[in-house]
C-alpha cells in the first residue's frame, strides 16, 4: 500500500533533530514501506547484508543513467534540470560500499545500447572520452575516414575510495571537479579551445551521467572541502552502514521489475519530454528562488542546490514507478532523503572537526612539551652537561648490569647536580636519543653525545 503525503510528512517530522555525532543516519522503516518498490530494495540489500541506503544510492543512480537524456525537469527556476546524477556513500573500510554496487548492478540492469557501465572515474576529460568512439565515415572525396563522434548517451561511474577525488581533483588543471559539477546541471562539456582530434563536446541535454563515490567519514571531508566551488551540495549523502540489517536474511527478491522509459525520436532526434510537476511543488520552488534572489532569504552554501537536487530524486522516485512525472508523494518521499542525506553530511563534518580539534589538542600538548623541554632543559647548561654524562656513561657500559638512576646519577658532576635536576638530565638524554628508558633502567640509545 502507498503512503499518503500527510504519511511522509508524518515521517519527516519524526526524525530526531540533533547534532549527529557519527554517520550512521538511514532511512527510517516508514520510507521502505511506502511503495513496494522501495522495500523491494532493502530486502535485496539485506539478503546481502548490506546497507539499504547504500543500495538506494545505487539503484537511483544506475536509474538515471538508463533514463534518456531527453527527460528533463521543467525550467521552474532558470533553465530546464536535468537527470544527471551524484551520491556519495559513506562508511568506514569493509562495509560493503563495493558490493552495495554489484547489487544495483543485479537490480537495474544498463546493459542497453548507447549506456557505458561501471566507468571508473579518472580524469575529467576521460568522463566526457567514454561517450565517444572512433567510426568511419564517408569524406568529401567519398571515402572512408575515422572519425571520433558521440555513439553514447550515457555513463554510469563508481569511484570506491573518494580519497582519490581529492587527490585527482587537486591535480594542477585537472578538469574533473569542474567537469562533475557542470555535469550534475547539464551543461555543455568539453573543451572549445582543442585541437580537431582532441575535440570532445557534449552538448548540453545531449548526454546523461551518473556518478556514486565511496567514503571513509576520514576522507569524505575533502568533499566537503570544495563547497566554494559548488561540489558537495551536488551529491546525495547516504550511508553505508544500517544498523537495521537482520541477522536472518529474508528471501532475494530477484531484480527490480522496472524498465527504463522510451525517449520519443522524431527524424533521427529525441524529444524533449518535460516532467510534470504538481502546481504546489512549482509555487513551492519559485518562491523559495524569489526570496533568495531578493535577499530575503539565506542558505547556507551546502544548501545552495537543495531544492534542485530534491526534484531529482523525487523525478527518480517517479520514474521507478513508471511516470513521467512528479506527485506530491515523490515529492515527500524525496524531502525524506534530503533529511537524511543532511543529517549523513552533517555528521561528516562533525567528524572532521572532531579529528580536526583532535589533532589541535595532540598539537597543544606537544608544542607544551617542547616548551618546557626547550625553556626547562635544553637551555640550562647544567643539565645539558649531565645528560651528555649520563649518555656516555650508559653506552660505555661501566655499570655493573643495567644502569639505574642511582647510578647514572653518580655518573655527573656534584657541581651540575646542585644547579639541575637529574630528571631533567635524563629527560634530556632521551630527547637527544642517547639513552632509552625500560621500566626503572636505562639503555644505550641510538645516538651518542659528542
Known sequence: MSATADNVAAILAGLPQVEPVEATSNLPAAFWEARPILGHIRQAAHHRARSADAVLAFVLARAA?????SFVLPPIVGARGSLNFAAALIGPPGVGKS?????????VDLDHDGIVDDVPVGSGEGLIES???????????GKKVKVKRQTKRAVFAYLDEGQALAELGGRKGSTLLPTLRSAWTGDTLGQANASEDRRRRLAAGAYRLAVVIGYQPEHAAT??????????QRFLWLSADDPNVPYEPPPWPGRLPWSPPPGRAYAGHDLTTELDVPASVVDEVRHAAIARTRGEEVVDTLDAHHDLARLKVAALLGILEDRAAID???WELAEVVMAVSCRVRGAVIHHARTVERAKEEA???VAGRREVYVDGVKANSASRRMAEAIGRHV???NCDGPCRRRCLSR?????DRSLASIDEALILAEGEGWIEAHGDTYRPGSARPA
Open 223 to 232: 568533499l566537503i572541502d570544495d563547497a566554494t566551488g559548488g561540489t558537495p
Open 328 to 330: 506530491l508523494e515523490d
Open 131 to 141: 561517450y565517444f568512439q572512433v567510426v568511419d565515415e564517408k569524406g568529401d572525396d
Open 65 to 69: 543513467a538508463a533514463t534518456p537524456p
Open 411 to 415: 655518573s655527573t658532576r656534584s657541581s
Open 99 to 107: 558490493t552495495a554496487k554489484r547489487i544495483g548492478t543485479e537490480l
Open 395 to 397: 653506552h660505555r657500559g
Open 363 to 365: 598539537g597543544h600538548r
